[in-house]
């Protein structure tokens, strides 16, 4: 190997192993988005704060996400002697001085705060970590820095192999890198599954110069934030895995295109790059070896399309975010009309593992098509929205009972959506469908990044597909009038019929704007009636009660149900009438009432007084037949 | 808020961009980073910077979401559109925020005191539904809990 880089990556396993067994304890807090959102930050000063006034023999250090985004703040502590480690949950600002005090001082457990023990033996009240349900059968690879490295600091990731892929690659023709991404499987993560070695190897063949190498951080997907997870946890993986295409390349110039919806990952990445730039990785004579390679960090500035690779293209090329008619492809002209190369993040972050352990150890973990593993990230009405790491093949149904600690309040699933906005919606029969690509392709939808939408029978269906479409048209960059009129006028006729005003053949202009809207140039149109297209087929009898009957069983509906008074003596009724933002509540006589043409039905009245106040079917006449055929 | 920049300044600000390199959205951000915003002799001065038109630029300007063409308000609402707080109420949530603060999404008072806008899910779904409140989550929001919070920031009693 590159004696620079042998160097770098010896001295860091030994800084790492002097630490670990440096007779300290240590505190390693996951501070990312989703643990900030629920006050880690605050925990980490609290942390540091104690640690120091008290002098404790502690070091307190940031660490990425095990996964566990619905219980952060998520704390892991390894005991003085380096024997045990224990990983906590909720570890909020206020429960600081307790654990301190307890986990630390005392050198004891805090069993009602502990998810498990990650090393050394369990106890009565404190099983293995790698027991805990939403652990079992995780296979983490990509993740496997997250909770034990500082995502800042490049030399934890040496210690930890970092780079020693990169390494590899050095002492690799770019056949044989490319011959080691195809023999591994890798498809592209993003949702398309192409093989990544093609792909590159598309781009090594391209006959001009400079040649790009771009990832694909602009994860858009609402629902979806695997890609956000592991900038935020080990940017370093990323960046080592585009090094290693830029090999096998030839490329000498890439971008990081990252959203801004996500300034954490946006100041990780970019202080990862910095790193890789002082040590030599980045930039001019890489580790001498007389290679080039600049990177950069893009930051997005709010556009959906521009995760579709030539919209985000023309985004770094000064022009509007809007895809590209293809042919020509990236490969051939991309960025600045030159050869390019697009990938998804979780697609680069594969590569070290690939060239590091061999095509063989990486896909024997998958006994299907889809080779490797995929992280997922699951919302919706679930009872645990976090993040894993599985081999793909496991029925959605058992995903959801394992790993998303099924439905909230022990409702039933009604249905799920994989992809985001422009795959589809399922109903409960099909959450026996596997978490591979197939079965949604032969859908017409796709299983997509990562993220998993699930929803239970409070859900309106009607409702889901405006903010589908909605979503669609906001974002619908305009080029096509079969996009930008199509999603307008979905959107038109959903909010119509959420309005009492359905007709039967709203069921046709459907289905033309389904057979129109293909003929976009790019996925954001193709796929864009994708949720009314699969949820007439899934849900076929809550549209038709919507059009017809004028009814929507889940109550969300604004045109189709009122908000009326049940029962005048209950002593809440004058919080509802005070929360009401529209004043619709009011009293005549001593009797309260609700003024239908001014309530809004957000239901804040019904929350505060639950017994008084209920939501009933509106009565919406009924338009005959024919009487108005035309949208 | 700063004062409306010299042209000076803004052509100082942006000195280190170049044609031709990538460099509209840089320059945007840089910007806004400083002002809060990009007004239209920020546009021309990027254009004639970067040797293209102000018409090219506005065009990158009205494409993008975040890219402002007016100060922000002292107290921005981000009200959060993802799947997991619409399938938790978070669309009437939005309706009574609205109704509450008397603006239209991506509006914000004549004073310029507060406004609320449309944001992108950023996967913190465990605390759906939710809205950022110059930037920070408050979450597990009832509706009568953001009507409470729209009340408080109307009424100029929320720092």
């Not at chain 1, 002697?81 to 600002?93: C, F, P, Q």
């Not at chain 1, 193709?526 to 549209?543: G, M, N, V």
């Not at chain 2, 914000?108 to 539904?129: F, K, M, V």
Request: glycine share 10%; proline share 5%; with cysteine.
């Amino acid at each position: 190997m590159n004696a620079r880089l042998e160097s770098m990556i010896a001295s860091a396993k030994d800084a790492w192993t002097a630490a670990q067994n440096n007779g300290r304890v240590k505190i390693n807090v996951t501070v990312d988005t989703s643990s900030i959102a629920q006050g880690a930050d605050a925990t980490l000063g609290a942390l540091r704060e104690a640690v120091r006034a008290n002098n404790l023999a502690a070091d307190v250090q940031v660490t990425g996400s095990w996964g566990f985004c619905w219980m952060e703040p998520c704390v892991a502590v390894r005991s003085a002697a380096g024997t045990r480690t224990v990983l906590y949950a909720n570890v909020t600002e206020d429960r600081v001085p307790e654990f301190l005090q307890r986990v630390v001082v005392d050198g004891g457990d805090m069993p009602e705060l502990a998810l498990g023990v990650v090393e050394g033996n369990p106890t009565a009240e404190i099983p293995l970590l790698a027991d805990h349900q939403f652990m079992k059968g995780q296979v983490r690879r990509l993740m496997a820095n997250l909770g034990t490295t500082d995502p800042g600091n490049v030399d934890h990731y040496f210690a930890h192999d970092g780079y020693a892929g990169f390494g590899m690659a050095l002492e690799m023709d770019a056949e044989a890198i490319i011959k080691e991404m195809l023999d591994s499987g890798l498809g592209g993560r993003g949702g398309g599954g192409f093989p990544t070695g093609r792909k590159w190897d598309f781009l090594r063949n391209a006959t001009a110069d400079p040649r790009y190498i771009i990832c694909n951080a602009d994860e858009g997907d609402p629902g979806a934030w695997v890609n956000r997870i592991l900038m935020e946890g080990d940017p370093h993986l990323i960046i080592e895995g585009m090094l290693i295409a830029a090999l096998a390349a030839h490329s000498t110039e890439g971008y990081i295109y990252l959203r801004y919806e996500y300034p954490l990952a946006i100041e990780r990445m970019q202080h990862a790059v910095d790193q890789a730039y002082e040590r030599g990785l980045l930039g001019k004579d890489i580790l001498g070896t007389g290679k080039d390679f600049d990177l950069f960090v893009f930051k997005g500035a709010g556009s959906y399309v521009c995760g579709e690779e030539t919209g985000l293209i023309n985004s770094i090329d000064s022009y509007r975010g809007m895809p590209r008619i293809k042919p020509p492809f990236p490969a051939q002209a991309g960025l600045w009309n030159k050869p390019t190369n697009v990938n998804n993040v979780e697609s680069y972050a594969n590569a070290p593992l690939i060239i590091r352990n061999g095509a063989q150890w990486w896909s024997s973990v998958s006994d299907q098509k889809e080779k490797g593993t995929k992280m997922f990230t699951f919302s919706g009405q679930v009872n645990w929205p976090g993040c894993i790491e599985i081999p793909f093949g496991p029925k959605v149904r058992d995903v959801l009972d394992q790993y998303a600690g099924g439905m909230r309040d022990g409702r039933k699933c009604k249905g799920f959506q994989p992809g985001g906005p422009l795959s589809g919606m399922l109903n409960a029969a099909d959450l026996d469908l596997t978490l591979t690509l197939d079965p949604y392709r032969e859908k017409g939808m796709f299983l997509g990044s990562g993220g998993i939408v699930f929803f239970d029978e409070t859900a309106c269906i009607v409702d889901m597909c405006n903010f589908f479409l909605a979503f669609c048209e906001d974002e619908s960059c305009g080029r096509c009038t079969t996009c930008h009129g199509g999603t307008q006028r979905a959107v038109e006729v959903i909010r119509r019929i959420q309005n009492g005003g359905g007709r039967e053949t709203d069921v046709n202009i459907f289905e033309q704007l389904v057979t129109t809207l293909v003929w976009s140039n790019c996925l954001h149109g193709q796929f864009a009636p994708t949720a009314i297209k699969t949820s007439l087929k899934a849900f076929r009898d809550e549209w038709m009660e919507h059009i017809v009957d004028k009814r929507c069983r889940a109550g969300v509906c604004p045109g189709l149900i009122r908000y009326v008074v049940r029962s005048q003596g209950d002593p809440d009724l004058p919080k509802a009438e005070d929360i009401c933002p529209t004043r619709a509540i009011y009293q005549d006589d001593g009797q309260y009432a609700v003024d239908d043409a001014l309530c809004i039905r957000c239901g804040a009245c019904k929350e505060v007084a639950p017994n008084g106040m209920e939501v009933v079917d509106a009565i919406v006449q009924v338009v005959p037949a024919g009487a108005a055929a035309a949208g | 808020m700063a004062a409306a920049p010299s042209l000076q300044e803004l052509r100082e600000l942006v000195a280190e961009f170049q044609p031709n390199r990538g460099h509209v959205l840089p320059a945007l951000h840089k910007v806004q980073e400083k002002y809060g915003y990009v007004s239209r002799e920020a546009i021309e001065v990027i254009a004639r910077q970067l040797n293209t038109t102000p018409a090219l630029i506005f065009g990158s300007v009205s494409f993008y979401a975040d890219i402002r063409t007016h100060p922000p308000a002292e107290t921005e609402i981000a009200w959060c559109s993802g799947p997991a707080c619409r399938l938790l109420g978070g669309d009437r949530i939005r309706e009574a925020m609205q109704h509450t603060l008397e603006l239209p999404l991506g509006g914000s008072s004549e004073d310029h005191r507060y406004g609320i806008h449309l944001g992108q899910c950023n996967g913190t779904c465990s605390e759906a539904p939710q809205v950022w409140v110059n930037g920070r989550v408050i979450g597990k929001l009832t509706v009568a809990d953001a009507i409470l919070l729209a009340r408080e920031i109307k009424e100029g009693s929320r720092e």
